[in-house]
């Protein structure tokens, strides 16, 4: 099929199977009569019906109201008008947080300033998911807190590069300042309250110590104290959860905002969301996809967890469709976990089991980007949280004997690894050109040199596993041409060496739903733009996978057994997220492949 004249169709008809599947999954836990009402009540998020479905005529949903564009502040005033307080302001996004009920929001719904009403959902550390979630796949292992496997089979392990001078914001739990660990800036938006930097939860500082922790003195990259993977960095921790590991979007919108408007006064560059919450509706309508949007259209790279929902936690099956939000936002780079089994060489790696998958919900894209070492790895702990104090058998001793780690899984923490294989790629750019690297410049380096791993399919692994060594080496010959032609006359051998075992790249790029093959990163197509969302409707490359759009082919059918879980626990608005159980997908001619 040629993407190029049937991508729009494609794309529609994409969205028509997912929205199809949708109902089916609402039908199955019991959503009928929200499903049927769907047409009548096209500006508000199925979880905010569902929620007002269960609310008395007394009670308040949180709400984040979405004005039209251009309409913002006659949609604030006619909030305001309903006699509710408007808690948060997010004007990057033209929107506003609330506490409303049922009349308000039927009222507000009918006003043609407001474009959309989502659910203030709660948010978790990696999501929350089974099997993962952030918490420990099995009990640590030995005292030597530095994972020179993690650097090893990164290819890093004696690299120059440290992320000097890249600043990468955070927005976790919160951080346990360290001499290996300390921030340049820490700011509590959960208690809106200055202060020193603490992590009640302890998440938070433990992703912090996988992108950032480095020795005391001398080399970063040596002695008992080095956790991160790029420890030259400039941290910037923003506190959005709280010490269960949850907050809501609406802070978390708030932190983002935050971040874009003192971007340069903090030196932001990346940020890091290990966290979110399931996807309840489309992309477009999301208020975090949208948050990521703007931050990538200023040139900041977000890198999302791609959630811990991979396995039905009844059959023990992969399962399908688990990505969270937002990482289903087409701009962020979006990571699984990768389980290494705790060696260098990549043959015997496997994508973890708890690992989302995707599809994502509605748009049907090819999520996660990449997946990046994620289980059992060592970092930093937060001494007195609460995951420091529930999981003793976790902990790890430093030299002195003095238990100050925690080997943790999850999507969280191959989230942080890719962070810091992100901030090496920018001081390497830096070293080379002036012209900044755009999130999608990132993204489609990443996935090209990517390494497959064995036995998985694109919505599981994405493009591949993080190539940290690759992508410095491809960084290195982009000299950031500003001509049309080429970035770069120079190419690089496509292949990475990792404990004597020589990897081929991907050397393909997952673009929405189409791959494309060939020398696409050396291309200043139209796509690097750093305006250009990454998604279905762009085209670009040297050339297109046969069958061209490999998500979506004609022959893409749904079995007859397929499963439809309620897994997910009632949320605060009492919601149930279904999920896709067992591997009952079939995809063009016999998939999954």
């Known amino acids: 099929m040629n993407v190029t004249r049937h991508g729009a169709f494609e794309s529609r008809r994409s969205r028509a199977i997912a929205n199809h599947i949708l109902a089916i999954a609402l039908m199955a836990c019991g959503w009928v009569q929200t499903t049927a009402a769907d047409e009548s009540h096209p500006k508000l998020d199925p979880a905010v019906r569902f929620a007002l479905e269960q609310a008395t005529d007394a009670t308040t949903v949180p709400v984040i109201v979405i004005a039209q564009t251009g309409k913002y502040a006659q949609m604030r005033s ?165 010490g269960s590991g949850q907050g809501y979007t609406s802070t978390v919108l708030t932190a983002l905002e935050n971040a874009l408007n003192n971007r340069g006064s903090y030196g932001i560059d990346v940020v890091n969301l290990s966290l979110g919450h399931p996807i309840t509706e489309s992309a477009a309508t999301d208020p975090l996809v949208a948050a990521v949007e703007a931050l990538s259209r200023k040139g900041i790279i977000v890198v999302a967890a791609a959630g811990n929902w991979g396995r039905n936690p009844t059959t023990g099956l992969a399962a399908y469709t688990g990505i969270t939000s937002p990482g289903n936002a087409p701009s962020a780079i979006t990571v699984g976990a990768l389980d290494t089994n705790q060696t260098a060489i990549r043959s015997d790696d496997r994508v973890a089991i708890y690992s989302s998958r995707g599809p994502t919900w509605y748009e049907g894209r090819v999520k996660p980007d990449v997946v990046a070492p994620g289980d059992n790895l060592p970092s930093l702990a937060a001494i007195g949280s609460s995951l420091y104090t529930r999981f003793p058998e976790q902990r790890m001793a430093d030299a002195t004997g003095n238990p100050r780690f925690m080997r943790l899984s999850g999507t969280s923490m191959a989230t942080a690894v890719a962070t810091g294989a992100v901030a090496l790629m920018i001081e390497q750019h830096r070293i080379v050109s002036r012209l900044p690297l755009t999130p999608n410049d990132v993204k489609a380096i990443l996935q090209f040199t ?121 949320s605060a608005a009492g919601l149930a997220w279904p999920e896709l159980g067992g591997q009952a997908v079939v995809w063009g001619h016999g998939g999954p492949w």
């Open 78 to 242: 006619r909030v305001l008008a309903t006699g509710n307080v408007v808690s948060a302001e997010h004007l990057f996004i033209g929107a506003l947080s609330a506490k409303l009920r049922k009349t308000d929001v039927q009222a507000l719904e009918l006003n043609s300033a407001i474009s959309h009403i989502s659910l203030d959902h709660l948010v978790r550390s990696t999501a929350a998911g089974p099997g993962g979630g952030g918490l420990p796949s099995q009990p640590g292992t030995g005292n030597k807190p530095v994972d020179e496997v993690l650097l090893s089979t990164l290819g890093i392990l004696n690299s120059s590069v440290t992320g000097k001078g890249v600043g990468v914001a955070v927005l976790d739990s919160g951080l346990q300042p360290s001499t290996e660990l300390p921030a340049f800036a820490f700011k509590d938006f959960v208690t809106n309250t200055a202060g020193a930097a603490y992590d009640d939860y302890g998440h938070g500082t433990h992703i912090s110590g996988l992108i950032r922790a480095s020795a005391p003195s001398g080399n970063p990259r040596s002695g008992n104290s080095m956790v991160g993977v790029a420890p030259g960095v400039r941290l910037v921790s923003m506190k959005v959860l709280d």
């Open 450 to 570: 990517a390494i497959p791993v064995s036995g998985s399919d694109v919505f599981t692994q994405g493009a591949g596993a993080l190539n940290a060594s690759g992508a410095l080496s491809v960084v290195a010959v982009l000299t950031g041409s500003a001509t049309t032609d080429l970035r770069s006359t120079t190419t690089v051998t496509p292949t990475t060496t990792i404990a004597s075992e020589t990897n081929i790249w991907n050397q393909a790029v997952v673009w929405g739903h189409t791959v494309v093959y060939g020398e696409t990163i050396y291309a200043n197509e139209p796509a690097w733009g750093s305006q250009i969302t990454w998604g279905s409707a762009v085209v670009w490359g040297h050339g297109v996978a046969p069958g061209g759009d490999l998500v979506w082919d004609q022959a893409a059918t749904w079995s007859t057994n397929t499963v439809w879980d309620p897994i997910i626990g009632p």
